[in-house]
C-alpha cells in the first residue's frame, strides 16, 4: 500500500533545494527512500534540505566545500560522499577545488581516508565525463618552513611561538612538520583560497568530533581568513 505523504512549507523548501543541489541525483535518492521508507525520505527532504540547506548565509559551493570536507574525514560515508562530490560539481565547483579539498584532509583524517576520498573523486569523474589538470601546484621543497610560516601568520599570526613552547620540550620536529607540511607544502597550493580552506578544516574537525582544541583554534582563523560576515549574518 502506498503511504501518501503531507507535504509541508519544509517539505516544499527542501525538495526545491534538493534539486538545486543535486539535480536529478537528488531526486533519484528521494525515490529510493520512498519505496523503503517514506518517513526517512520526508525526514531527509524537511530538514536537511528544507531548513539547514534552505540557510542562506552560505552560498551552495561553499556547503558543498563543507560536506565533502566533513564526508571525506570522516571515511564512513563513501556513498554519501559520492553524491556530494556529484552536487559539488553541480553547484559550480571544479573538479580542482574538489580535489584540493580532499588532499587537504590527509593533515586532519590522514593519508587513508584521503586516498578513499581520492577514489571516489575519480568515479565520479569517469561517471560524468570531467577531467582535471594534473599539472603540479606544489610550491616546490625549498623554503617550505618559512613559507608555512607566512600562511600559518594569516589565521594564527601567534601560533609558530605557541607550537614551539608546547612541543619543542617534547621533540622541536613536531612545529617543523606541523609548519612545513600543514602549511608550506598544502596552504601553499593554491587553487582554493585560505578562507575557503578554513571552511573545509573547520567542517572536518566539527564532523569528526575528536580534536576539540584544534576545531576552537580553526574557528578563530576562520574568523581572521575572512568568515566574519558570514558568522555575523548568522546572528542577525
Sequence with gaps: MEVEITMTDYAKAGREKLLEIDG??????????NRICPDLSRYLIEYSFGEIYAREVLDNRTKEHAVVAALTAMGT????????????????????????IIIQMCGYAGFPATLNGMQILMEVLEETGRTLSLESVHAGSEGRYERGKKFLAMIAPEQER?????????????????????YGDIYARGILPVRSRQVATIAALAAMGTAPPQLRFHIGGGLRAGLKDEMRSSRE
Design 24 to 33: 536529478e541525483a537528488g531526486v533519484r535518492v528521494e525515490e529510493t527512500l
Design 77 to 100: 560515508a563513501a556513498p554519501q560522499l559520492k553524491v556530494h562530490i556529484h552536487a559539488a560539481l553541480h553547484v559550480g565547483c571544479t573538479p580542482e577545488e574538489i580535489r584540493e
Design 162 to 182: 605557541i607550537l614551539k613552547e608546547t612541543f619543542d620540550p617534547i621533540n622541536p620536529d613536531i612545529t617543523g612538520y606541523v609548519i612545513a607540511f600543514g
